[in-house]
Structure formats: structure tokens, C-alpha cells
């Protein structure tokens, strides 16, 4: 060990000494036999091996690989060095004396001896019998965003994952392997043990690793909360004995608006306004030129910006890991914005041999500011002859054509929609290890949140329709508090061919939320100093005040078995009692059972080297969705529902049930089936893993309708619905290398999807969704996919007279013209009516396809994310609202009918109403699409770059996320979603998602 000995060396030198004396006195004696260690750890393709763990073994003492593979560290003559790697076999090799130990590593047989995270414990991935997907850190961290479920987007056979809205901060929707309720579909979620309603609060940095869970094998342990899937989150933990670890990332990144819709201009929307017959009539549309480009107007390119700072390692007693997060986002739209701060502490300590404690606590503290109501919608349709601001300062009037908000003023006046909020996520744990093969841990967790919003409008005009008169403010408070305890004990014992592991729980969780509002109006001042609700009018105060509980009390067992390498057994049972269901079906009990075949370890397959690995496994279970209200099963009255009477004609306090009770709501059931096979070739760099999921969820809680004589203002909430969900999924890969310096992998994955509604309730024929003025948009029927599309199918436009007469048409005050919409008599009584409406599309992909493509040359690699679907429509509903003037036009509608002949898909140009408004064929769009996702340069700095800027590494990229997206579809964006089952695939003006280019970098020191 040698130490430059200036004054600052001499300083570092004193101080590492007596650091050395403190801590290794007693193996003073025994210093003389110390030796330096040196050496490579590379794989058998000769490849070096970066951040290889290397420990002496029985110590604290270790090291890991630079970028060459390289390592050195001082270790005594008879000590042994234990590597250890993700993905390659563990190798504990004696010093003997040695100055040099060089290592070659061996890949685990399709990372057979990987360790996978399931529920309530961990597998070797050789054992699983279940449908898990894994995805790592280093795939997470390609897509710059504040929804960590966005970066799954892609990533996971059998995962759809849709970005609800481009709003800074905005969450993604999951579902997993489709849609199996008429109600909340959304999977449950599990962060380090704590179950949560959402994963939110987490940042990509601080995960290392998410599994998905799919068939009923793998969720059953989660019992009633397991149908729709299950997504663990693991974050980073510190090992034992590992030296101290400093990472730091940052990125920063310009989102801009990946799309416009192309829009009438001033002068096409002042030609079209006259050709519908409004009034007053523009003198000289072309002379009105491009006008105001409202897009322009409430778009920007806007910056996102992250910074991580952790600190990982551990002792002989105790492990930690430490990091800190800040996110700030600035939305596309003028005003909206995000910022998320982060605190994370996991930390474990070894009291004893036999007893350990930790916790994994995270603190999070989060705000932003939402963009205007309907401003969106606005910048779509408002009037392009208007100017958004005059010479003087006056904003434009957009409402004197139509029933449009000017969205420069909106961006002026009600830019005030603050929200802020905490949270507090984490457990504390005990492990105790005792009789050799059972371990006891309890957890007890806690999910504690506080969010508070203030709105404000100021009093300003800008028309008689756009205007407030006295100033308003709303105030709302909310909190949340769920906790959970969880106790497990676990029996593991491997001998001669058996492998055995027995788990038994008993968990027990409660949750209780509340929230305050109200509003003033008539603030004395515009001032946020001010903006609190005693500074308004009292006169016109207003407030609001609910809570929400629930609790679960359940036990579960499961039991894993492997024979002789090859045959696998998994059983699982949980029992589940919740206050959520009706007295008399309080409990759910849900079993699964799976096998498995470990093919290529039979002797038959021994003699060969194509295939090297050979997995089929099947399974079958019951599981539960729980995701109700908490108290639909008991009677619910409704206060002040105040009348007038008596002899003083006096309002009087008035109450009634609006929902009666029903004891014997309770689970929705799913009972799944899943046959999988898993297959490697050529050493694995082939690799394909294929399930088949059979999927029905019954007993789905719909409302059901009565007499209205019964006198219930609600339908009553009864278990009656069937829903099916079946499909394949595909997971290919290949990856290989030439020589030392270049590599590269390809994966593609496809998910083929059915869903389909069996049964509804008795009297109940339909459920329909997504009001517009005069109708819905979708009727989910016996037969038809969830939320389907409902409306007039459209064979063409009447071109004359003569075709209306001769072809089923409407009667009376409706009666078409030419250069209308001609609709298909589906009932064939010979004239168009509203029993014509039929089904006429669905928002869920028939097919979900991604392809992912990277290569490494050196430090240098280069990785393309491609996603994609097929099958589904959109409804443009948008288009179609024109119910109140004349807003503005899409550039579709310049293709319409003139005169005979000249179109027989957009019809004439007219003001509103039937038939060429009614929800039909016409406003439902393709939603297919294939789009480039992500795209990432990056370059790693080699060792002796390093070594003198003392880095243990350094990478630099350049990304791009949703650079391109080829699509059909005339909106934003093709993937329209919702929480709402019954409302996917609905665009009535969504926040568009960016496309954003970014640039960052990742230390580590």
C-alpha cells in the first residue's frame, strides 16, 4: 500500500491508519500474512466482466470489477475470494499464496439459478411453475419519465400499458392480460412487502428489478386481489461486507408536442362556415389567410429534469442503502408542471446469527399545477378567424361562433390549480432464523398520505360566455392511512433429490381515508398570500366532508417441491375475510395448483448441445378482485333531500335509501388456466418463452335494475356478470456476440387478446358508457368486448333523391338529404331508426406486438424500443361534438360532399344533429399503430479514464422517447385510455404526450 505523502496524503494516510486500527485490531496479529490480489474476470467468451462481487470470504472485506473486468484488493494468503454476478454462477477460489487469481465465469444455464422475487418470497427461476416476467434497473432507466409503470410500456408480454394523458406526473393504466371486470381492473401492487394502490410515488432509480405476475400460480397467494395481476417492485438494497457504493445520475430533457391535428385554417373554416348556412356570412374567406393557430397558442416545448444521488454498502452487521430523488417537469401545455422529491432509506442489521431487523422507508413530497379545464378541447375548436390577443391587450371573443372558451384567456385566468401532497411509504421487519430450516419474518408497513389542492379564479370578462363575476376558491384537504402486518413462516430443506420450501402467513391490513372541501367566492384580493377560505364571502361559502374504511384479516400457505432437478409442484391457498362484502359471504377462499417439467433434464436430452433448455409448466386457479366500493353492500340513505310543507309551507329535513342492502355481495371471482413452455437453443442465445391463458371472471358486480315501485333511487349491486379473457403470449430472444468487443440482442414480444362479455344479470341487457349530448358511445353487451362501440354502421352518402328513396332511410322531420350519411337497416324493417345502432368496433387490440434491439461495441451501445397494436378503434368524439355553433373544423371535413359524386365518405356540410352527427362508423378511427419508442446512444469511459478521474464508472447517453409513431389515427395520440372500463378508446381532447430528447449521466465513485 503506498500513500503520496504531501500534506494532504500525510492527512489521509494518518486517518486511514487509525481508521485501521479501530476497526481490524484484532487481526493485527495476523497483518504480516496479508498480500495484494490482482486479476480479470471475464466470461467464456472472454468478454470482461463489469461489477463482478468479489468478498473474502467469512469478512466484510471486497471489491468489484472496473470497466475491464479488472480487480485488486489485499487479502491474506489463505483466504478464498467468492464472485459473484447476476446471471453466472457463483465460484469461491482459494488464494493459495497467489499474487494473480484470474476468473472465468459461467453463465447460468438460461440464468436457470437467477433469483426471481414472488409473492411473500423469492424463487430460483429453474423452480418457477408460474407466469412471472422480470424487468431490471438498467431497462427502466431508457425512459425519462414520472410514472415508473410508463417504463414498462413495452417490456412484458401480456402487459398493456397506456399512458392515461401527457400531464406532467400523470400515472400509467396497466392491465394485465385484459380486462376481467366491469369495474376497477387495475393489478395490485407490492413495493418491498407493502401493499399499495399504486406505484406513483417510486422513481426508476431506486428499483431493481419489477416482477409481473400473471396466471393464477403466481397470484393466488394475493388471494381476493390477485385477478387482475400482480406487480412487485424491489428496491435497491446494500449487501453485506460491500465497501461503500456513491452513485449519481442526472438527465435533463426538452418535451415538445409530438403531434399536431391538422386543422381548418381561418380561411377553410370561414368557406365551411358559410357552406353550413351560418349566420352572419363571411364576406371573403380568402382573404381571412391562416388565422390563429390555437395548437401554437396553449402548446411549448417544455424541460423535464432529474437528479439521483444513493450510497449502497454494508459491514459484517448491517447492509444500507441511502438515496435521494428530485424530479421537475414542465408540462407542454402553458401553466402545468410537476415536481417530485424523494428520500429513500433500506436498511438491515444482524443482531445475531440467528436474528435480523430492517426497514425500507421512503418519503416522498410532490406538487404541481394543472392546466385549465377543456382547454385542450378549446385550443381544438376554437375559431381561427379570431385573434387570441389584439393589438391592445384584448382577448379574443371565441365565443361568438360557438360555444368555445378563448384558451389564451383560460391560460390568464384559471392557471391557479395548485395541488400539493406527502407521503410516507416503508415497514420495519424481523427476521429470525432457528431449527436450521425455518425462518419467521414479521413485517408491519405503512402507506400514510396528505394532499391538499387550492383553485382560484379571479373576476375578469372576456364575453358574455366567458367570464366570472365574482372572484371563486376552492380548498380541498384529503388523507390516507393503510397499514399492514404480515406475519410468515417458512420451512426450506434440500436433500439428496428434494427440494422443499413450505410457507404459512397470516396478514391483517386496514385502511381509513377522509377529505374536507370548500369554496368561497367574492376573496377580498387576488393574491395568493390570500388564497385561503376565510378571506372569502361566508355568505357564499360552501363544503363538503366523507371518509372511507376498510380492513382484511388472511391466511395463506404455499408449497413449492422439485424432484430430481426436473419436476416441479407449486400449491398455494389463501383465505381472505374483508369488511368490504356482505355479512354473509364475508370470507373468499382461492386455491391454485401447477406443474412443472424440467425436459432438459431428462437423460434423452443429454446428448445433444441444440437445445440447452427445455421448460413446460401448467396451472390452474381461482382469484379475486376486491377493487369495490367499501360499503356496497350495506343500505345507503341520502340526506337533505328537503321539502316544503305543512301548515308554515317550511322546508323540512328530508332523507331516503338511495341504495338498498344486500348481504350476500361478495368476490368477484377469476378462475384462470395457463400452459407454458420455455425453450433455449445454442447455449441460450435462442431463447423463447409462450403461455396460453384462459381466463373467466365470474360473479362480476353489476348493478341490477328494479321495479320502481321498490322505491331505491339505485340499481342494487349484485355478483352477475361473466367476462372471458384468453390469449397467447410470445416472448422471443436472441443474443450473441462477435469476438471481445461487439455484441448484440434482440427480443420480440406479442400478446394476441380476446375478451369477450358471457353473461349479464337478469333484466340487465346492456351497460352503456360514455354520454354525449343525445346518446352514448358505447353498449357493452352478452357476446361483444367490453365497452364496444356502439352506433349506426355507414355504407356511404346519399348522392340524390332517387337514392334516398329507393334505400331504408329515417321518416318524418329527420328525413335525410343528399349529401347525407346513409345508414344500414340492420333490424331490415325497411327504414333507419334508433333500434339500427349496432356494434361497431372495440378499443381493445386484437394484437400487442414490441421489438427491442441493442448492440454494445466496446463502451459504446446503441438500443432501439419499438411497441405497437392492432384491432382496436378510436372514437374521435371530439369530431363530433358540434351540438352548440359552429366550432372549428378538422381538415377531414374539406374532403365533404358537394354534389353528386364528389364524396361518398364525409357527407355535406351542415350544422349539427342527425344523421351525420350520431354516433356512427364515421367518427370511429383506426387505432393502430407502430412506434418507434425509444432511442439511446451511450458511452461508457474505459478503466484508465476512470481510474484517473476516480470513477469506478461513467456513463453518458443521448435518448429520444416516442420519437416516431406511424399511425392512421388523426388525434394526439393513438393510445387513448381510461380508469373507466366502459370509456377506453374515448378522445374527447386529451393532454397530448410529448416527445422528449434527452441527454444524461450516470457515476459511480
Known sequence: MKYNFTKKGKRKAVLHWCCTAFFLLPSLCVFAQQMKVSGSVKDADGIPLIGVNILIKNSAEGTITDFDGKYELTAGATDTLEFSYTGYAGQAIAVNGQAVVDVVMEEASELLDEVVVVGYGVQRKSDLTGAVSSIKNAELQKIPTASVGLALQGKIAGVQVTSA?????????????????????????????????????????????????????????????????????????????????????????????????????????????????????????????????????????????NYNFAVRGGTEKMHFNISADVLRQDGIIRTSDFERYSLRINNGYALTEWLDLGHNISFIHDRGNNEPGGVVFNAYAADPTIEDVDADGNFGSTSLRSNVSNPAAQLEYQNFNRRRGNRLVGNLYATANFLENFIFKTSIGIDAGFRKERYFEPVFRVDD?????????????????????????????????????????????????????????????????????????????????????????????????????????????????????????????????????????????????????????????????????????????????????????????????????????????????????????????????????????????????????????????????????????????????????????INVLGTSLHNEVQELADGKEDLRGAGIPGGFVTNTQVGLPIGAFYGYKVLGVFQNEEEINANPHSEGSSIEQPGDLRFADIDGDGMITTDDRTFIGSPIPDLMYSFNFGLQYKGLDLAFDFNGQTGNKIANVKKMLRFFGAPNYEASF???????????????????????????????????????????????????????????????????????????????????????????GIDRGIYPVARTWTVGVRAGF
Open 165 to 305: 394523458s401527457g400531464r406532467p406526473g400523470e400515472a400509467a393504466v396497466i392491465r394485465v392480460r385484459g380486462t376481467g371486470t366491469l369495474n376497477d381492473a387495475d393489478p395490485v401492487y407490492v413495493v418491498d412487502g407493502m401493499i399499495t394502490e399504486d406505484i406513483d410515488f417510486l422513481n426508476a432509480n431506486e428499483i431493481a428489478s419489477i416482477e409481473v405476475l400473471k396466471d393464477a400460480s403466481a397470484t393466488a397467494i394475493y388471494g381476493s386481489r390477485g385477478a387482475n395481476g400482480v406487480i412487485l417492485v424491489t428496491t435497491h438494497q446494500g449487501k453485506v461486507g460491500q465497501k461503500p457504493q456513491f452513485s449519481f445520475s442526472s438527465y435533463y430533457g426538452v418535451q415538445s408536442l409530438a403531434k399536431k391535428i391538422d386543422l381548418a385554417n381561418a380561411s377553410q373554416y370561414a368557406t365551411l362556415y358559410n357552406e353550413a348556412g351560418k349566420l352572419p356570412q363571411f364576406d371573403n374567406p380568402d382573404s381571412l389567410g391562416i388565422g390563429t393557430d390555437w395548437q401554437d397558442v396553449i402548446y411549448r416545448d417544455a424541460g423535464i429534469q
Open 465 to 745: 360566455k366567458q367570464f366570472r363575476d365574482e372572484s371563486f376558491l376552492r380548498v380541498q384537504f384529503a388523507r390516507s392511512n393503510n397499514w399492514l402486518w404480515e406475519n410468515t413462516l417458512t420451512y426450506q430443506k434440500e436433500w439428496q433429490r428434494h427440494r422443499l420450501n413450505l410457507l404459512g402467513g397470516i396478514t391483517s391490513q386496514a385502511n381509513f381515508s377522509e377529505f374536507l372541501s370548500g369554496s368561497r367566492k367574492r376573496v377580498i384580493e387576488d393574491a395568493e398570500v390570500l388564497y385561503y377560505l376565510e378571506a372569502g364571502d361566508r355568505e357564499t361559502q360552501e363544503n363538503n366532508n366523507g371518509g372511507n374504511e376498510w380492513k382484511y384479516l388472511s391466511y395463506l400457505f404455499r408449497a413449492n417441491y422439485v424432484l430430481d432437478e426436473k419436476y416441479l409442484l407449486t400449491a398455494s391457498l389463501r383465505a381472505d375475510g374483508s369488511s368490504k362484502f356482505g355479512a354473509n359471504n364475508r370470507w373468499g377462499y382461492f386455491p391454485s395448483f401447477a406443474l412443472g417439467w424440467r425436459v432438459i433434464e431428462e437423460g434423452f436430452m443429454k446428448d445433444q448441445d441444440l437445445v440447452t433448455n427445455l421448460k413446460l409448466r401448467a396451472s390452474w386457479g381461482i382469484i379475486g378482485n376486491d377493487k369495490i366500493g367499501s360499503y356496497e353492500g350495506r343500505p345507503v340513505v341520502q340526506t337533505e333531500l328537503n321539502a316544503v310543507f305543512g301548515n308554515n309551507e317550511e322546508s323540512n329535513f328530508g332523507a331516503t335509501p338511495v341504495d338498498l342492502a344486500n348481504p350476500d355481495i361478495h368476490w368477484e371471482e377469476a378462475q384462470q388456466a395457463d400452459l407454458g413452455l420455455e425453450l433455449g437453443f445454442i447455449k441460450n442465445k435462442l431463447t423463447l418463452e409462450a403461455d396460453y391463458f384462459h381466463r373467466v371472471t365470474s360473479e362480476v358486480l353489476v348493478n341490477v335494475p328494479l321495479p320502481l315501485y321498490v322505491g331505491a333511487q339505485n340499481d342494487p349491486r349484485l355478483n352477475a356478470a361473466k367476462v372471458l379473457n384468453r390469449g397467447i403470449e410470445l416472448n422471443l430472444g436472441w443474443r450473441d456476440d462477435f469476438g471481445k468487443d461487439f455484441s448484440y440482442h
Open 894 to 984: 374539406l374532403d365533404r360532399w358537394t354534389g353528386e359524386g364528389t364524396s361518398n365518405s364525409e357527407p355535406r356540410i351542415d350544422s349539427d344533429g342527425y344523421p351525420n352527427f350520431e354516433m356512427s362508423e364515421r367518427f370511429l378511427e383506426d387505432g393502430s399503430f407502430f412506434r418507434l419508442r425509444s432511442v439511446q446512444l451511450g458511452y461508457s469511459l474505459p478503466g484508465g479514464v476512470l481510474d484517473k478521474a476516480r470513477f469506478n464508472s461513467l456513463y453518458i447517453y443521448v435518448s429520444g422517447t416516442n420519437v416516431k409513431t406511424w399511425t392512421d389515427y388523426s388525434g394526439y395520440t393513438p393510445e387513448i385510455t381510461s380508469g373507466n372500463v366502459l370509456e377506453v
